[in-house]
Antibody, heavy 117, light 107 residues
Framework: EVQLVESGGGLVKPGASLKLSCVASGFTFSDYWMSWVRQTPGKTMEWIGDIKYDGSYTNYAPSLKNRFTISRDNAKSTLYLQMSNVRSEDTATYYC??????????WGQGVMVTVSS | DIQMTQSPPSLSASLGDKVTITCQASQNINKYIAWYQQKPGKAPGLLIHYTSTLVSGIPSRFSGSGSGRDYSFSISNVESEDIASYYCLQYDNSPWTFGGGTKLELK
């Protein structure tokens, strides 16, 4: 059974940095592209970016490219999202999701990030 | 970026009804559209990809169609377990973009 467990969220102040993690199991993590997707409190869904199965290439939504960095550790089956200089509009639930047989075909439970002073 | 205009934002249906949701892309997306279901308090789940390919285990009352810029998603014989929000996603051109969502409620 595929499992994706995100962690690292919480309440952070504007301008701070935060690193989210996603531990994957139930599939061969190192074989697949992985993405981060977020959902705002207003339920808008936004793709943040993705990373190639071997970590050699990343791709980001242009509006987030300068502040967010995606990385992975295949030995630990773990995906990361480094967020810097966070803003109130980054308040959202963050999901990690692989694309195995189809785009975003499995989802974790998500982790909430609240940016507020 | 490709804009995905999803309609309607909300939909009220009776059990057994057929409902249809549409997504219009700002340009041709070559059938690279997927549909997700999200129940309250849960993560989204993939139902359909490449316009009409049903994910294994998804009931056949769910279907998708379309081409070019215009796509639709339908549920025939709505059941109570279908009460959820639905989102389209285009994955033809990066950045991948979602529609605004449709909330399906019981009449």
């Amino acid at each position: 059974e595929v499992q994706l467990v995100e962690s690292g969220g919480g309440l952070v102040k504007p301008g701070a940095s935060l690193k989210l993690s996603c531990v994957a199991s139930g599939f061969t993590f190192s074989d697949y592209w992985m993405s981060w997707v977020r959902q705002t409190p207003g339920k808008t869904m936004e793709w943040i970016g993705d990373i190639k199965y071997d970590g050699s290439y990343t791709n980001y939504a242009p509006s987030l490219k300068n502040r967010f960095t995606i990385s992975r550790d295949n030995a630990k089956s773990t995906l990361y999202l480094q967020m810097s200089n966070v803003r109130s509009e980054d308040t959202a639930t963050y999901y990690c999701t692989p694309s195995t047989l189809a785009p975003f075909d499995y989802w974790g439970q998500g982790v909430m990030v609240t940016v507020s002073s | 970026d490709i804009q995905m205009t999803q309609s309607p934002p909300s939909l009220s249906a009776s059990l057994g009804d057929k409902v249809t949701i549409t997504c219009q892309a700002s340009q041709n997306i070559n059938k690279y559209i997927a549909w997700y279901q999200q129940k309250p308090g849960k993560a989204p789940g993939l139902l359909i990809h490449y316009t009409s390919t049903l994910v294994s285990g998804i009931p056949s009352r769910f279907s998708g169609s379309g081409s070019g810029r215009d796509y639709s998603f339908s549920i025939s014989n709505v059941e109570s377990e279908d009460i959820a929000s639905y989102y389209c996603l285009q994955y033809d051109n990066s950045p991948w973009t979602f529609g605004g969502g449709t909330k399906l409620e019981l009449k």
